[in-house]
C-alpha cells in the first residue's frame, strides 16, 4: 500500500508538472544524458548541454573543448544565458555555452536537423525557449537545435592580435555546428542532413557561416531571415577603433591592441558588458552597433572565420548550398522608437547610406546621397513627420536590399536553388510589431515571423484559425526544406515555392494567402542595387 501510495502521488505530481518526467538516456562523447519529456509528450527535451567551454582565461578566444562527466549528467535546465545587460543589470555567466536538443518522442528512423541561431544585435538574446520553444517545429519529424554564443566585447572584440583574433562568437556557433556533427547522431538525428537558420543577427549568422571555409561539411542547407553578411551592419570595418572607445569609457586612453587586451581581460566581464560609449559619426550613417563581426587577420595558429569582406567571398567562391533568403515587409518598424527628434535631426544632416560604400570624391558622395533622399523624401526633412518614409528606409537599406543582393549573387555564383520569401503577414503573433507600438499598422515588423515558427514562452496568447493556417504552412514549408532542399516537394501546400533564377527572380508571399511574385519594392530595390554595384566597398579593410 505504501508503494503504491508513493506511485499515485508520484503520478498526480507529473500531472500537474511538477515533477518532469525523465526522457531516454543518451550517451554522447562527454557522457550519459538525460532529459525530460515535454508537457504534452510529444516530444524530449535536453537542453543546459555543455557544447563547449569558456571563462576569463579564453576571453576573445575561440572556445575550448567540452568538459566530461562520470555519471548521468540531467540536462534540464536551461536557465543559461551569456553575459547581457538587461533592465535588472548584467545577466547569464560567463560559462554559458550551452546547447539544446528537442527529438520528437515516437520517431526512431534518422531525422534531419535543424540548428537555430538566435538574433538581437549580436548583443542580447539566447537559445531559450523564451522565443523559441520547438513545439510547432517538432511536430514534423525534425530535430532541432538551439544554443547560446557569446555576445557583445566577450563574443565579438576584435584586436587582430592573437590573445583577441576576433570573431569568438561566430566560433563558438561553428564550435556547436561541430558538436551536432559528432553527436547527434545518438539523439536520432541525421549528421549529414543539417540545416542551419536564423534571424537577424541569426541570420546574418548564417550568410557568414556560408562564406566561412572553417564550416565546410557542417550543414548541408540554410535559411537566412532577415539577415544578410554583405549588408551595412554584418561587419565592424573599424574594429580597433571602437575597442579604443570602449576602454576611453572604463578610463584608460590607448589604441594600442596588446594593452586593451591587458585592460579588457582582467576586468570583470560585467563591467565590460556594461560598457558601452556612443559612436562619434562622420558623414557615413553607421550602425551604432560596438561589437559584431569583423574581418580577421590571418594569424598562425589561429583558425580565422572570415578573412575577406563576405561579398568578395560569395562572389569568388560559394559554397553550393540551397538556400531561402527573406525579410518581412516593414522590417524598419522596430527601429522607430529608439529615434528621437534630435537623432532624426542628425541622420537628417548625413548621407543617407553606410561606410561600405566608397566614392572617388566626397561631392560623389553628397550627390548620390542627395539622390537617394530625393528618392525616399522628395524636398522634406528627416523627421517624425515623415515617419513612414523612414520605415521604408530602413527596411530596404538594412534589410530587404541585401537579402535581394546576396540571393542574386549566389543565384549567379551557384547551382544550387535559391528560394525568396517575402512576409506580410498581420496577425495576433506579430509580438515586435505590437511591442514597438505599431499594433494597428499593417504588414510586418522586423522578427515578427517567428513566432509562427516557434511556439515561444513570450507570448501565451491563444492562436486564433488564421495564426494556426500560416503556423502550420510555415512549419511545413521550412521543415520540408530541411528533409527534402524544396518547401513545397508535393501538392499538399496552396502555392508551388519556385526557386529563383538568373534572369528571374521569384518571391513567395506570405500573408492570409501564399502567392507567387516578383521582386517587392522593384525601384528602389533597383537603385540600391545600382548604388552597391557601382560603389561598394571591396578593398579588405585595414584597421590594425
Known sequence: MIKFGKRIILFTLFAMNLVDQPAPEVTIEQGTLSG????????????????????????????????SWK???????????????????????????????????LVKKKLPVMVYIHGRAFLLGSGGKFLYAPDFLVKHNVILVTFNYRLGALGFLCLGIKEAPGNAGLKDQIAALRWVKR??????????????????????????????????????????????????????????????????????????????????????YEKLVKARPKKPLGMYFDTQLLN????????????????????????????????????????GIFLIPDDTKESLAARDARYIFASDLEFSSENEAARVSQMMREFYFGEKNISFEVQNIIIDLNTQLYFEAPAILESELLVKNTKANVHNYYFNYAGGRNFLKFISGFWNE????????????????IWN????????????????MWTNFAKYGDPTPTNDLPVRWEPSTKDDMK?????????????????????????????????KPNDF
Not at 548541454?49 to 569558456?54: E, G, H, L, M, Q
Not at 499593417?442 to 514562452?457: M, P, Q, R, T, V
Request: aromatic fraction near 12%; hydrophobic fraction near 35%; charged fraction near 20%.
Open 461 to 476: 496568447f491563444p492562436i486564433s484559425k488564421d495564426d494556426q493556417n500560416l503556423i502550420d504552412w510555415m512549419t511545413k
Open 71 to 105: 555519471g548521468v549528467y540531467r540536462a534540464v535546465d536551461e536557465i543559461y544565458q551569456c553575459p547581457q545587460s538587461s533592465f535588472i543589470g548584467v545577466v547569464g555567466t560567463e560559462d554559458c555555452l550551452k546547447i539544446n536538443v528537442y527529438v520528437p518522442a
Open 183 to 268: 553527436n547527434i547522431a545518438a539523439f536520432g538525428g541525421d549528421p549529414d542532413n543539417v540545416t542551419v537558420f536564423g534571424q537577424s543577427a541569426g541570420g546574418t549568422s548564417v550568410s557568414l557561416l556560408l562564406a566561412s571555409n572553417a564550416t565546410q561539411g557542417l550543414f548541408k542547407k540554410i535559411i537566412v531571415q532577415s539577415g544578410s553578411s554583405i549588408s551595412s551592419w554584418a561587419i565592424n570595418r573599424q574594429p580597433l577603433w571602437v575597442a579604443s572607445l570602449i576602454a576611453k569609457e572604463l578610463g584608460y586612453d590607448t589604441k594600442d591592441p596588446k594593452e586593451i587586451f591587458e585592460i579588457f581581460s582582467k576586468l570583470p
Open 507 to 539: 518571391f513567395l508571399y506570405i500573408d492570409q494567402d501564399l502567392k507567387m511574385g516578383r521582386t517587392p519594392n522593384p525601384e528602389a530595390n533597383r537603385l540600391w542595387k545600382n548604388i552597391y554595384e557601382k560603389y561598394r566597398k571591396k578593398n
Open 442 to 457: 499593417a504588414g510586418a515588423c522586423h522578427s515578427d515571423e517567428i513566432l509562427y515558427l516557434f511556439k515561444g514562452n
Open 36 to 67: 525530460k519529456i515535454s508537457t504534452d509528450g510529444s516530444f524530449f527535451e535536453y537542453v543546459g548541454i555543455p557544447y563547449a567551454t569558456t571563462n576569463s582565461s579564453t576571453r576573445f578566444k575561440a572556445p575550448l573543448p567540452p568538459p
Open 292 to 331: 559584431y563581426p569583423c574581418v580577421e587577420q590571418e594569424i598562425e595558429g589561429e583558425e580565422a572565420v572570415i578573412t575577406d569582406y563576405p561579398y568578395n567571398i560569395l562572389s569568388n567562391n560559394p559554397k553550393n548550398i540551397p538556400a531561402i533568403y527573406g525579410t518581412t515587409s516593414r522590417e
